[in-house]
């Protein structure tokens, strides 16, 4: 039976988390202002609408909100286009994948066109037979429909298919639903390292290290 594999993207494949904690003060630069050290703590849990508004009033910004809030976008766009690394080890496991002719999609809570800019960039869009998105299937990641649909594009039984993922939620989502998991160390998602290794059928602190799952997919 075939098998496959579906992996998550932010924190998973690229290690691209930090850039939600450093647009803030990466926009900010760009127009001459200096952030404050802690700023990055400061917007994090809050929506873009929200750090836009804060930056505002904060940095006595002349600008609309909006303007604001598409600025911030542009820096998050331009990192996935010209920044946003690989975790380690990453390449390797996707040429073994498809040396076993292990079916490959990607599953991402992010934007469709950051993620695929990067893929090329990084030389690897070409393991992919397709990307999901959230925005796309409908449904965030506390709902397994990106994953099913993930699976029945491959034409692979859930039992014979893995997630990879590095936040824990998802993790249990994709669990739940009879997927094998794949838990991935990222260190946005570090202060649930204990629970993502008793919830996760597997789990990596690396991608580095990865061999022997793939040995026996």
């Known amino acids: 039976m075939r098998k496959g594999v579906i992996f ?3 924190g998973t494949l690229l ?3 930090s850039i939600w904690e450093d647009a803030g003060a990466r926009y900010l630069k760009s127009l001459g202002a200096e952030p404050e050290e802690n700023l990055g703590k400061i917007l994090y849990p809050m929506t873009i609408e929200e750090a836009a508004a804060y930056l505002k009033k904060q940095y006595h910004l002349e600008w609309e909100a909006s303007r604001i809030v598409q600025g911030i976008l542009d820096t998050v766009k331009e990192y996935y286009y010209r920044e946003a690394p690989l975790k ?3 390449k390797e496991a996707l040429q073994k994948l498809q040396k076993k002719g292990v079916g490959i999609t990607a599953a991402t809570s992010g934007n469709r066109e950051h993620i695929e800019a990067a893929f090329q960039r990084l030389g690897i869009g070409g ?4 990307i999901f998105t959230s925005s796309e299937v409908g449904v965030g990641k506390s709902n397994p429909l990106i994953y099913q649909e993930a699976a029945k594009f491959l034409g692979t039984e859930l039992e014979e298919t893995y997630v990879f993922e590095d936040v824990l939620y998802a993790i249990q989502t994709a669990k739940k639903a009879g ?3 794949v838990g991935i160390y990222d260190q946005y998602s570090a202060r649930d390292t204990e629970k993502i290794k ?3 059928e597997f789990y990596l602190e690396s991608m580095e290290h990865a061999s022997e799952i ?3 997919l």
Do not use: R
């Open 214 to 216: 793939l040995e026996n």
């Open 88 to 90: 380690p080890g990453v």
């Open 179 to 181: 997927f094998h998991t």
């Open 15 to 17: 290690d691209s988390m």
């Open 127 to 130: 393991y992919f037979q397709k």
């Open 198 to 200: 008793q919830e996760a």
């Open 8 to 10: 998550d993207v932010d």
